[in-house]
């Protein structure tokens, strides 16, 4: 369509006889948006985001640090029992469909889409992000965002990689999601369950909120796309993973979900950090998907996480978060909002990042981390290959309060890969190809627990000391570890070292430091070792025997 002069509404006043831009035609050609209604602020400046969100936005303020609030509305966490997928004969064979990747029809998507474009008509202003998932430039996606919050806008403009001026230029997205989070999907529709959607379309390469205005639906959206595509169509393993590399060029990648530490653990100021949730493993070395962070904040201090603390500053973006309303100090301490408090910052703002966000060199040490709240699971396990791929394929941890709606409390939980609720294609392809990177690189395993030892949490036991955390990656980086004496830990079949550098030993076996007794450890490892075989049985059929007698075993006499 040609160029066209017009008088259309700006949000800072009238600016007359503008022609329409590319982005403008795009967005009116394939998604019917109303230019000449709508004001279409492109790759606006973070300094104007503010200023909107400040003006138009219920619950955005300016924190001391610089850092701009917001407020997610009623869902401050993931909804994913209403994700779907939209079935088409290209990926209908591919998805693994259940639980977590509930079908859609096409014709419930068209719905969906057309009330979200309805809903995007009728706002003053809208805006539109553009920018790449992927930092190796063989591999990256284009994305465009297209939304009505402010915040939504800086959110993703910070969690997406930036592009340069020119990369701008004649952007023609591969994927574009339309948030119409503040407007509710119509639950009587055929197929829907509740007023929320958060639908993926391969064929059409769109996604549609709907019904949540939590931001991280956009970004794990993009994640699941790019679960699909690199596997399918490049043969790249994608990991829910952060990744660090050493002054040495050796490359750590720490699996876990939310809360496990994946975003802490990567922030080490001894190690160049290449990205903190998202990577891909490519025959050449790994890469981040994303250009920023998005940290967990319950707890935060600057002694602890100075790297994170630090970030939050201006042009970061805090969500849910508490703070004096006369000084602007934000107090990380008050979950009155939710537990599931966030700060999403360019990648940028840690000192000590990577950039480019990959590395040329394949991983040396693969560390899968778990929050056990029953306090079972020792600190640290080195893993043999059995031992790997069996923890990796059930992916246990306790889920932590807030990551999702209605999680109030450490709940136990198996999500295969570390990352199921995120997968597109059944966790054994991603197993297999992880079990083939592992053994051709030659990698070591290691599975570490973050939560409690020695006591479960119900119990009113503490979770590992970070600084014992820490120090025991210092000792996997350094070698030290795998040189000292090991012992099997009972029931879980998993080496235990005897002794780590700078960490109490009385800590290191659960067993021996359980503090209600050796009949109240057994009944709990016990109930957690059933829980992992019960779970397991699921994936018994695609794995070798060693696999699975790797996994628990509960003694007769027990």
Not at 231 to 249: D, F, I, M, R
Not at 410 to 438: D, V
Request: proline share 6%.
């Amino acid at each position: 369509m040609a160029a066209v002069n017009r008088t259309s509404l700006h949000p800072y006043g009238v600016v007359s006889g503008r022609e329409h831009t590319e982005i403008e035609e795009e967005l009116h050609d394939k998604a019917n948006i109303d230019y000449d209604r709508v004001a279409i602020i492109q790759h606006p400046s973070v300094p104007a985001l503010y200023e909107d969100a400040l003006v138009y936005e219920t619950g955005s303020a300016i924190t001391s640090s610089g850092a701009l609030t917001a407020y997610s509305g009623a869902k401050t966490g993931r909804s994913p029992s209403d994700k779907r997928i939209v079935e088409d004969p290209e990926s209908k064979d591919e998805i693994w469909w259940g639980p977590v990747n509930k079908p859609m029809s096409p014709e419930v998507w068209r719905i969906n889409r057309e009330r979200a474009i309805d809903y995007l008509n009728t706002r003053n202003r809208i805006y539109v992000i553009d920018g790449f998932a992927g930092w190796d430039e063989r591999y990256r996606i284009k994305v465009r965002v297209v939304c009505a919050r402010a915040y939504h806008a800086l959110f993703m403009r910070n969690m997406l990689i930036r592009p340069k001026p020119e990369e701008l230029e004649h952007f023609v997205p591969d994927y574009t999601i339309y948030n119409a989070g503040s407007f509710p999907a119509n639950r009587y529709t055929t197929g829907m369950t509740s007023s929320t959607s958060v639908a993926i379309n391969f064929a059409e390469k769109e996604m549609v909120i709907l019904g949540t205005e939590y931001a991280g639906e956009m970004k794990k959206g993009i994640f699941t796309v790019l679960f699909y595509e690199m596997p399918v169509k490049h043969n790249v393993l994608t990991l829910h993973s952060s990744a660090n590399e050493g002054k040495n060029g050796d490359v750590t990648v720490f699996f876990g979900l939310s809360g496990t530490g994946k975003t802490t653990l990567s922030a080490d100021p001894n190690r160049s950090l290449i990205g903190d949730d998202e990577h891909c493993w490519t025959d050449t070395g790994v890469f981040n998907i994303e250009g920023g962070c998005y940290a967990k904040c319950v707890g935060l201090s600057a002694e602890k996480e100075p790297d994170i603390y630090n970030a939050i500053r201006f042009g970061s973006v805090l969500e849910n978060v508490v703070f004096n309303p006369e000084t602007r100090e934000v107090d990380y301490e008050d979950t009155t909002l939710t537990e599931n408090t966030r700060c999403a910052y360019p990648i940028e703002y840690i000192p000590n990042v990577k950039i480019p966000c990959m590395s040329d060199n394949h991983p040396s040490n693969l560390i899968l981390l778990t929050c056990d709240a029953s306090g079972i699971l020792p600190p640290v396990s080195k893993l043999t290959s059995e031992t790997v791929s069996y923890h990796f394929i059930s992916g246990y941890t306790s889920k932590m309060a807030g990551t999702e709606q209605g999680v109030t409390e450490p709940t136990a939980t198996f999500s295969a890969c570390f990352g199921q609720p995120f997968l597109a294609l059944h966790p054994m392809r991603y197993a297999k190809m992880l079990a083939e990177k592992i053994k051709e690189h030659n990698a070591n395993a290691w599975l570490i627990n973050t939560g409690w030892t020695g006591q479960s949490q119900k119990s009113g036991g503490k979770r590992c000391p970070l600084k014992y955390t820490r120090a025991i990656l210092d000792a996997i980086h350094s070698g030290e570890l795998a040189n000292v004496e090991y012992e099997n830990y009972p029931i879980f079949n998993l080496a235990i070292p005897k002794s780590c550098p700078n960490v109490p030993e009385q800590i290191l076996n659960p067993k021996t430091a359980w503090k209600e007794g050796e009949a109240a450890y057994n009944q709990q490892a016990i109930a957690l070792a059933q829980k992992f075989q019960e779970n397991f049985k699921k994936y018994q059929d695609g794995v070798t025997k060693e696999v699975i007698a790797a996994g628990p075993q509960i003694p007769v006499s027990l």
